[in-house]
């Protein structure tokens, strides 16, 4: 019988937190500057520790309909970006615990996690609008993580997946019958990836991403695709004038991002 077989859930989550060297929550919320603080925080705590797990606690109570950012600025978009990847290549592994609705930036924050674990409850979808997917660089790691065939089926019709089907889709690495169960799996697998002694992981993931394309490579492309999308919303109802004004705009701090990006 494993030490975690007895524990309450008031103490199997203490000693998830035990086990993190930095915690970050996000539920059922939209893109704002406090998100991108919280991630940016959390990864500014894993860059320097020499043990523990960045723990992403993702997912809420179900209101969330997956729906793109909306009222966002190209800018906030690539500051999002930046700090998912900065928590994305920090020192320490990631592990991520679903329960309930995880789509939006919690969908984009799981696909930056090392190993994931889903409750039975967890429910997850792409974000978008009637423009399609939001194309953001969730689209650029679905397609190196779980083939460009699979990725393409999700993108066309965004559809609500359950654990199991997250799982077939290499999309989660496991999934536990209830939110209780999925603790203890977390409790025990913190307590593996804990043990990995300092940037050891870190050095390893770096040549998986080495393997593919470049995410700076990608970037650049994701923020034009998401201003053009922002754009279509912002200019409607626009004279034709105004509206080339403001594209023209949005189109220039896009390209000044994308190469601000790349010379990174």
Same mark, same amino acid.
């Given at each position: ?14 000693r ?17 500057? !406090?998100?991108?603080d ?7 705590? !894993? ?46 592994p ?10 939006g ?7 930056? %996690? ?22 953001s660089?969730a ?22 997946l ?5 799982a ?12 209780? %169960? ?8 913190a307590?593996e ?11 390893r ?8 394309l ?7 492309a ?29 189109a220039?701090?896009?390209?000044a ?7 990174r």
């Amino acid at each position: 019988m494993s030490g975690t077989d007895t524990d309450t859930p008031s103490a199997l989550t203490v000693r998830l937190h035990d086990e993190a060297a930095a915690v970050l929550t996000v539920g059922d919320e939209e893109l704002t500057p !406090a998100l991108v603080d919280r991630v940016r925080a959390a990864a500014e705590k !894993a860059e320097g520790a020499d043990r523990g797990v960045v723990l992403l606690l993702l997912g809420g109570a179900g209101a969330a309909e997956g729906a793109s950012p909306a009222g966002t600025g190209i800018h906030l978009v690539n500051t999002w970006e930046r700090a998912l990847r900065r928590l994305e290549t920090s020192g320490r592994p990631t592990l991520a615990l679903v329960e309930g609705t995880c789509t939006g930036p919690a969908l984009e924050t799981l696909l930056t %996690a090392d190993y994931r674990i889903a409750a039975g409850d967890a429910r997850l979808r792409l974000s978008g609008a009637e423009d399609g997917a939001w194309p953001s660089t969730a689209v650029h790691r679905l397609a190196q993580q779980i083939g460009t065939a699979r990725a393409r089926r999700l993108l066309l019709r965004r559809p609500w997946l359950d654990g199991e089907q997250a799982a077939d889709l290499d999309l989660v690495d496991e999934t536990a019958d209830g939110g209780e %169960a999925a603790l203890r799996r977390a409790v025990l697998v913190a307590g593996e990836l804990s043990a990995v002694p300092g940037r050891e992981w870190s050095i390893r993931r770096r040549l998986l991403f080495d393997a593919t394309l470049s995410y700076e490579e990608a970037l650049g492309a994701h923020l034009a695709a998401c201003d053009r999308s922002l754009r279509r919303r912002t200019t409607a109802g626009q004279t034709g004038a105004d509206q080339a004004a403001a594209e023209q705009t949005s189109a220039e701090q896009a390209a000044a991002d994308g190469s601000l990006a790349r010379a990174r």
